[in-house]
């Protein structure tokens, strides 16, 4: 059993030996295994940061001799998730062979290309710009990782000094240089220096660690961070306050969570002002130490070190000049005064653009801030989807805690701004993004459908993550929504959903709901109304009561949601969609059926009467009309079934051919066909229709709406 050496406490040790057992044999699988513990500890390295790599002998396919293959985590890659498809094997001595040809700093860019020439794995994933970093040591394990606590050291005026000092020359220093081909002879040559040393720091950028095994490139790894965690901990508050103690107070949670939600659709519509863009809300204690402190206004504008950083938050972000008990109630105002700030942001990125660009530099990207800092709020960010918003504000987290160690044990230094415009737009990383898959078309919409823990909702929201979308499931049963939340997040991951319990007659609910999905999402773009109950009476067995549920529940259900969301459509300012799905009844007289049938003719009227209205602020509202969708539906319980089959004259068991066999086509109407039609309003094609229905029941002449 293998134990480490040291007590951690600033890192998780997540090795399990048996798991590790049962891997020896293959270095490939432990590699992928070391990396997949590594990735699981935010300390240690990012969501897509770090690198990993491990060396085997092989048998060359042609000459069937033994030969050295270095496998190592592909161009995109995240160590976190990796598997054997993410990695690339390239034979080692072709590899260094390069040295031969390599034409020196400003020619890195064409070495990238020649690493397809030395791949091994005919599947490998593309080989990334690190591969030279560690093809070039003579270790069979190497971690590249970007642990916080070593990055503050590496960021910091004094980073070689605390260096040697504090690993007593085990750890070499690397000045900062852009990874490549140029900094693998560089990482080279400072081993060659340094015999017998364990590691590398990079300046400005992060860790190499090694072993010639898995276990003990781990352990090394997990050392080396503990102990600058460590060191870091035992200075905060030594010379001065941490960032220089505390400015602004926060609010409680409870007023920061109400202040985000409120400002975040306001922030959502002014970041989208190219593209539209999906927000992340932290109020984490890093994020309020950093956001309230006296040394905001010094490090803020100064920007990030390590590239990994950078790339996905640009180089600095935007802070409020804003209270943060600010009243917000006019919205046009604030929209106003914050739309100025992010006109400073836009001129001061497109200034930083012009005077760092080349002659080849890519086009100017997106102007706008991705992260935006609110002291005594917290922190926004803004990216093309959930996750890429998430991961900025990870990476943001991860660059304040790096300011907030340089500053402890000496002073914080970012990359110059030339430096890390020549990353940004690096050509190589420009091929990168052009290499991205091909946007959904619900990518960057945010969707909350009502009663969608089951049937029609449940089918909409499936086929509206399906393509793209960020979906808020709501229903009134908690443990229905529970049990579909699971299954969503299981299937497409937890940035792609969020549940809320919400009851369309409980103004509260519908408020949570509406507050959750800012704070998570930053705002709305499609409501779905599709929470309904179906009675069916009579007309002289009817109560009152039925009459007064099915208007509460169907018709000011819908009202209710749909007054709810579109002011944050509207503060947005990119338009929206609103999809009521009614029924065929709302057209066709039908027996023992007049208080539904009433309700679902005041449901599609008041779709007129929105779309007529919204229509001034993009807002579309449109109505699908299904019939007789029976399967995984509620509308059948209570007596409906029954109710319908007795009106019929027929069994329950026979409904559904019954309801088949009366349409033109003859055909069952199934749930996905609902979610066809919802989605056919707001996938793109039919972007300028509103005030318009969609019959989906297999053709009723009856319902024909001409």
Not at 79 to 105: D, F, H, N, P
Not at 455 to 466: D, L, N, P, T, W
Not at 629 to 650: P, T
Request: charged share 25%; glycine share 8%.
């Amino acid at each position: 059993m293998n134990t480490p050496i040291m007590n951690f406490k600033h890192v998780s040790y997540l090795w399990d030996e048996t798991k590790a057992t049962a891997l020896k044999g293959n270095e490939v699988d432990l590699l992928i295994y070391r990396s997949n513990i590594l990735g699981a500890d935010l300390r240690i390295t990012n969501y897509g940061g770090g690198n990993t790599s491990c060396k085997t002998m092989e048998l060359d396919p042609l000459t069937k001799e033994s030969v050295e293959v270095m496998w190592i985590k592909g161009s995109g890659g995240d160590i976190g998730t990796m598997t054997r498809s993410g990695l690339a094997g390239l034979y080692v001595e072709k590899l260094r062979s390069l040295k031969g040809i390599y034409r020196g700093l400003k020619f890195e860019d064409e070495m990238v290309g020649l690493f397809n020439h030395c791949i091994y794995d005919l599947d490998s994933k593309a080989p990334s710009i690190d591969t030279p970093l560690h093809g070039f040591l003579p270790f069979k394990h190497i971690d590249h990782l970007h642990p916080d606590a070593a990055i503050a050291i590496a960021a910091s005026k004094d980073g070689e000094k605390i260096t040697q000092e504090l690993w007593k020359g085990t750890i070499a220093w690397v000045p900062w240089q852009r990874p490549g081909f140029d900094l693998g002879l560089k990482l080279k040559e400072a081993l060659d220096n340094n015999p017998g040393i364990r590691g590398i720091m990079l300046g400005g950028h992060g860790l190499f660690t090694w072993a010639d095994t898995a276990y003990e490139c781990y352990i090394n790894s997990l050392e080396v961070i503990e102990m600058a965690s460590a060191y870091l901990e035992a200075n905060y508050g030594k010379k001065r306050p941490v960032f220089g103690g505390e400015k602004v107070k926060s609010l409680s949670p409870d007023q920061r969570k109400s202040q985000a939600a409120k400002l975040a659709p306001i922030l959502r519509g002014l970041a989208s002002s190219e593209k539209r863009m999906v927000g992340t809300f932290s109020d984490s204690d890093v994020v309020l130490q950093f956001v309230n402190s006296h040394d905001l206004t010094k490090l803020a504008p100064m920007g990030t070190s390590c590239p990994d950083h950078f790339l996905r938050t640009k180089i600095s972000p935007l802070v409020l000049e804003l209270a943060a008990d600010a009243d917000l109630s006019d919205t046009d105002g604030l929209k106003e005064k914050i739309g100025a700030s992010f006109q400073a942001y836009r001129e001061m990125y497109a200034n930083y653009y012009q005077k760092h660009k080349h002659p080849n530099s890519p086009a100017m990207r997106d102007p706008n801030p991705v992260v935006i800092l609110w002291p005594g709020v917290g922190l926004f960010s803004f990216a093309k989807d959930k996750q890429t918003s998430r991961v900025a504000s990870e990476f943001y987290i991860n660059a304040i805690n790096v300011m907030r160690g340089a500053e402890a044990v000496s002073e914080y230094v970012s990359l110059p701004l030339q430096e890390a415009f020549d990353i940004e737009y690096w050509l190589l990383e420009e091929a990168k993004l052009s290499r991205m898959p091909k946007e959904k078309p619900l990518s960057r919409k945010i969707a909350l459908i009502t009663g969608s823990a089951g049937g029609i909702g449940k089918g909409i929201a499936e086929k509206f993550v399906q393509e793209g979308a960020c979906v808020i499931l709501t229903d009134i049963d908690q443990g229905r929504l529970d049990g579909t939340l699971a299954e969503f997040e299981k299937k497409y991951g937890k940035d792609a959903v969020l549940g809320s319990k919400l009851d369309v007659t409980d103004k509260e609910t519908i408020a949570e709901a509406i507050q959750a999905t800012c704070l998570k999402f930053g705002g709305i773009d499609i409501i779905v109304n599709n929470a309904g109950i179906s009675i069916s009476k009579a007309f002289e067995d009817h109560t009152d009561q039925d009459w007064a549920r099915l208007n509460d529940i169907l018709v000011m259900g819908q009202y209710q949601v749909s007054k709810a969301g579109v002011p944050l459509m509207k503060q947005q300012g990119l338009g929206g969609d609103i999809i009521n799905i009614v029924s065929k009844n709302a057209l066709v007289a039908g027996p023992k059926n007049v208080a539904y049938g009433t309700s679902k003719a005041a449901q599609l009227h008041m779709s007129r009467l929105m779309a007529a209205e919204l229509a001034e602020d993009k807002i579309r509202v449109n109505v699908v009309n299904p019939d007789a969708v029976i399967e995984n539906s509620n509308i059948w319980e209570g007596g409906w079934a029954e109710n319908r089959a007795k009106a019929y004259g027929i069994e329950v068991k026979d409904l559904p051919q019954y309801y088949a066999n009366r349409t033109l086509l003859k055909e069952s109407v199934k749930v996905n066909d609902i979610a066809d039609a919802a989605f056919a309003f707001v996938g793109g094609l039919l972007s300028k229709t509103t005030g318009n229905m969609l019959n989906v029941d297999g053709g009723l002449a009856a319902a024909f709406p001409r």
